[in-house]
């Protein structure tokens, strides 16, 4: 993983106001990466996300928790606080705390310290099933990783583009899992397990998806003739949604190399980035940006 890497320092100021004076330098060092103690805090933290994340896991297995109840138990405080001191400064030092605090990452934040808290406020919660799954909602520090590499901001807006798109080809592929799943209903029937068409739509998505647990199979040659053909056809399907994304981030890449690029650099003044190449002067305050040469 690169340093920089991260694309929050040019986006991130006009969505939550960078403030002045100190606040406005302890933004700079939590929200942009485009300086040395702004990297340092990345590489900080992403290492303490993937170490608070490696000790949930191996607080997950018995030996090791039964073992090591004390030392995983100051390990996951020692986490928590320093993710709570983390959340407190970026809602300190952004001028709409409320509407950081409201954003994904916001409420990832919240989420990913809030349930040690809650076993500490509700007494004799670690006996409480349901309590101790929300152990499990620590693994959201693990979203915070997407804000620190650029392949996983390209990979969204691919998604996001291609949306309708996956859309179409779901209703696709719904409505043969509907179909084939009633063909069989009434071909087998329920002396071989398809009990009701929402079973028989169960066996045709796992058919379809190749993955074939076995609970259900057919035992007719005709059954089998159309388990066959939705094999095949599972194969054809599950290349396609690849094939829409791929070409949306294909599409994408061309549109940086041949259109106006967006430079790392930064107005003297009000601390704002993604200046065109061509800008002159600064799209939020109105000063005169820097001569810096444009990055292909």
Same mark, same amino acid.
């Given at each position: 993983?690169?340093?920089?890497?991260?694309?929050?320092?040019?986006?991130?100021?006009?969505?939550?106001?960078?403030?002045?004076?100190?606040?406005?330098?302890?933004?700079?060092?939590?929200?942009?990466?485009?300086?040395?103690?702004?990297?340092?805090?990345?590489?900080?933290?992403?290492?303490?996300?993937?170490?608070?994340?490696?000790?949930?896991?191996?607080?997950?297995?018995?030996?090791?928790?039964?073992?090591?109840?004390?030392?995983?138990?100051?390990?996951?405080?020692?986490?928590?606080?320093?993710?709570?001191?983390?959340?407190?400064?970026?809602?300190?030092?952004?001028?709409?705390?409320?509407?950081?605090?409201?954003?994904?990452?916001?409420?990832?934040?919240?989420?990913?310290?809030?349930?040690?808290?809650?076993?500490?406020?509700?007494?004799?919660?670690?006996?409480?099933?349901?309590?101790?799954?929300?152990?499990?909602?620590?693994?959201?520090?693990?979203?915070?990783?997407?804000?620190?590499?650029?392949?996983?901001?390209?990979?969204?807006?691919?998604?996001?583009?291609?949306?309708?798109?996956?859309?179409?080809?779901?209703?696709?592929?719904?409505?043969?899992?509907?179909?084939?799943?009633?063909?069989?209903?009434?071909?087998?029937?329920?002396?071989?397990?398809?009990?009701?068409?929402?079973?028989? +739509?169960?066996?045709?998505?796992?058919?379809?998806?190749?993955?074939?647990?076995?609970?259900?199979?057919?035992?007719?040659?005709?059954?089998?003739?159309?388990?066959?053909? +939705? +094999?095949?056809?599972?194969?054809?399907?599950?290349?396609?949604?690849?094939?829409?994304?791929?070409?949306? +981030?294909?599409?994408?890449?061309?549109?940086?190399?041949?259109?106006?690029?967006?430079?790392?650099?930064?107005?003297?003044?009000?601390?704002?980035?993604?200046?065109?190449?061509?800008?002159?002067?600064?799209?939020?305050?109105?000063?005169?940006?820097?001569?810096?040469?444009?990055?292909?």
């Amino acid at each position: 993983m690169k340093a920089g890497a991260s694309t929050r320092g040019n986006n991130t100021p006009a969505r939550y106001g960078r403030p002045d004076g100190w606040r406005g330098r302890l933004y700079d060092i939590i929200f942009r990466s485009d300086s040395k103690a702004g990297r340092r805090f990345d590489i900080a933290l992403v290492g303490a996300i993937l170490l608070s994340i490696l000790v949930v896991v191996l607080d997950s297995v018995p030996l090791i928790h039964a073992r090591y109840t004390g030392l995983m138990r100051v390990l996951e405080w020692s986490f928590t606080l320093l993710f709570t001191f983390e959340y407190a400064a970026r809602l300190l030092c952004v001028r709409q705390p409320l509407r950081y605090a409201t954003s994904f990452y916001g409420i990832v934040d919240l989420l990913s310290v809030l349930p040690t808290y809650v076993s500490l406020l509700v007494p004799g919660s670690e006996a409480l099933l349901d309590i101790r799954i929300l152990r499990l909602l620590r693994l959201f520090r693990i979203f915070k990783l997407t804000l620190y590499i650029e392949e996983y901001t390209r990979l969204a807006e691919a998604l996001a583009a291609s949306r309708r798109k996956i859309m179409v080809f779901l209703s696709v592929v719904l409505m043969a899992v509907l179909i084939l799943g009633t063909v069989m209903y009434v071909v087998e029937g329920p002396a071989h397990g398809y009990t009701s068409i929402p079973t028989a +739509m169960y066996w045709a998505i796992v058919t379809m998806t190749t993955v074939g647990y076995g609970d259900i199979t057919p035992h007719t040659t005709l059954g089998k003739a159309i388990a066959s053909f +939705m +094999m095949l056809l599972g194969w054809g399907i599950l290349a396609v949604p690849t094939g829409i994304v791929t070409a949306e +981030m294909t599409a994408r890449r061309n549109d940086r190399r041949h259109g106006p690029a967006r430079v790392p650099r930064n107005c003297e003044v009000c601390g704002n980035g993604g200046h065109e190449a061509s800008a002159t002067f600064c799209k939020d305050c109105g000063a005169e940006l820097p001569k810096v040469q444009a990055r292909r």
